[in-house]
């Protein structure tokens, strides 16, 4: 069946600590790979996306994923956080290939980070 | 940011009582979404529209209807709800389906509560 998982429901890392969410997905064809995140009482604001160009991404306020192929895996990282990271984010998965989850978007249940001074 | 206008940003009924949501979008996209966030469930998918009066159901659609009537905006009712609808509902817009590669923009979203 076809699944994302984030892995660890709340992050805690220092202001300055490398920051590591991460996300698996279940697909025998490698998905359309997206990364979002949630401030409090907002919407989702895309941070990124993979879309088979390269497996390295960049996205905004300084996150970047990379997409392995071999492991499943499409995790977010950050050289150094900063307060201003605290959120929710999501990882999103666009299946490509047969499935009830064909052509929409299947978020993940979200992870919870927090950046302490 | 994506001109997505979601009302009302808040609301408190009763069960039994019928709640209409309303997206606007001035992006003139063509699909529209309606999801639900819940802790520990993410976001789920309860209908989307592909075009005007074309919608479909998403993985969570029971209490549910939808109408799209002109391109820019998109109704979702819940003709009698439930405390089980308390949630917090978002609407997003998309220019075309997932599998293309295009994200989805999300709007601030409706706290619903019902007692």
């Known amino acids: 069946a076809q699944s994302v998982t984030q892995l660890g429901s709340h992050v805690s890392v220092s202001e300055g600590a490398l920051v590591l969410l991460r996300c698996n997905y279940s697909?025998?064809?490698?998905?359309?790979l997206f990364w979002y995140v949630q401030y409090p009482n907002q919407g989702l604001q895309l941070l990124l996306k993979?879309?088979?160009?390269?497996?390295l991404v960049k996205g905004i306020n300084g996150f970047e994923a990379e997409f392995k192929k071999s492991e499943t895996s499409f995790h977010l990282t950050k050289p150094s956080a900063h307060m201003s990271d605290a959120a929710e984010y999501f990882c999103?998965?666009?299946?490509?290939?047969?499935?009830?989850?064909?052509?929409?978007?299947?978020f993940g249940q979200g992870t919870i980070l927090t950046v302490h001074p | 940011d994506a001109g997505i206008t979601q009302s009302p940003r808040h609301k408190v009924t009763e069960t039994g009582t019928p709640v209409t949501l309303r997206c606007h979008q001035t992006?003139?996209?063509?699909?529209m979404y309606w999801y639900r966030q819940d802790p520990g469930h993410g976001l789920r998918l309860i209908h989307y529209?592909?075009?005007?009066?074309?919608?479909d159901k998403g993985e969570v659609s029971d209490g549910y209807s939808v109408s799209r009537s002109k391109t820019e905006d998109f109704l979702l009712t819940l003709e009698s709800a439930t405390s089980s609808q308390t949630s917090v509902y978002f609407c997003?817009?998309?220019?075309?389906?997932?599998?293309?590669?295009?994200?989805?923009?999300f709007g601030d979203g409706t706290r619903l509560s019902i007692l």
């Open positions: 993979y879309t088979s160009a390269a497996t």
């Open positions: 697909s025998s064809v490698p998905p359309y």
């Open positions: 529209s592909y075009g005007v009066k074309d919608t």
């Open positions: 999103a998965v666009s299946f490509k290939a047969g499935g009830t989850s064909y052509g929409k978007l299947t």
């Open positions: 992006e003139n996209h063509r699909y």
């Open positions: 997003a817009i998309s220019r075309d389906r997932v599998i293309s590669n295009q994200p989805q923009h």
